[in-house]
């Protein structure tokens, strides 16, 4: 672990973590939004990723949806990487208090972190739009559960809609108030992988009132002069404990 990092972390009780795309990468995830998935989406779909990721689109075009979400948002094979695991031994400790994450691969809590507000939802969650019941993942990439490619529910039959904020759709209010209100509590808060210009995620920076702002990302953010700390490099790399 960086060393200027290691010392505000052993000085810090109460300590939160805001990521972002940039930590899944570290897992072989892509992020959509970068040149490469943009370029791909237009080519293939002749549309933007965030055109076929919003709610107007997938009630539209259901079957071009799951055609693009289930070959490009689905990643079964990944694994926590560096900072997953880092982020779990630190819960572990009782240092960090939770995780804040716009990512929506499950992959902090396959590492073992526990208290998890994923503000974007979940891959691993998939409900019924008519009856609510829940299907995991493995449900809705089995074609036989579908019809043209769309899931369809095993009680009722009406569509599964994965359990993930799409565009055009309001964050989860429960969700909000959690992550705001583990921020507000927070000594330390460490954001990593995000260029937090992604709104209204990247407006929770302004509800921490503790002592340090770590920011880590490869790229600089518009709100490094507000931080205490500042590294550009991956974060799997600042993050690694080694015991």
Known sequence: MDERLKKIIDNSSSIVFFGGAGVSTE?????????????????????????????????????????????????????????HKALAYLEKQGKLKAVVTQNIDGLHQKAGSRNVFELHGSVLRNYCMSCGKFHDLDYIMDDKNCQNGIP?????????KPDVVLYEEALD???????????????????????????????????????NLVL????????????????????????????
Do not use: W
């Not at 369809?152 to 599964?160: I, K, L, N």
């Open 27 to 83: 897992s072989n995830i892509p992020d959509f939004r970068s040149e490469k998935g943009l370029y791909n989406a237009q080519k293939q779909y002749g549309r933007s990723p965030e055109e076929m990721l919003s709610h107007s689109f997938f009630m539209r075009h259901m079957e071009t949806f799951y055609d693009y979400y289930k070959n490009n948002l689905i990643y079964t094979e990944a694994e926590p990487n560096k900072a």
């Open 152 to 160: 369809r529910c095993s009680e009722c039959g009406g569509v599964v």
């Open 173 to 211: 209010d429960a969700c909000m108030m959690g992550a705001i209100e583990a921020i507000q509590k927070a000594d330390t808060l460490i954001i990593g992988g995000t260029s937090l210009v992604v709104y209204p995620a990247a407006g929770l920076i302004r509800y921490f009132r503790g002592n």
């Open 216 to 243: 880590i990302n490869k790229q600089a953010t518009p709100y490094d002069d507000r931080a205490d700390l500042v590294i550009n490099d991956s974060i799997g790399k600042v993050m690694e404990i080694t015991e």
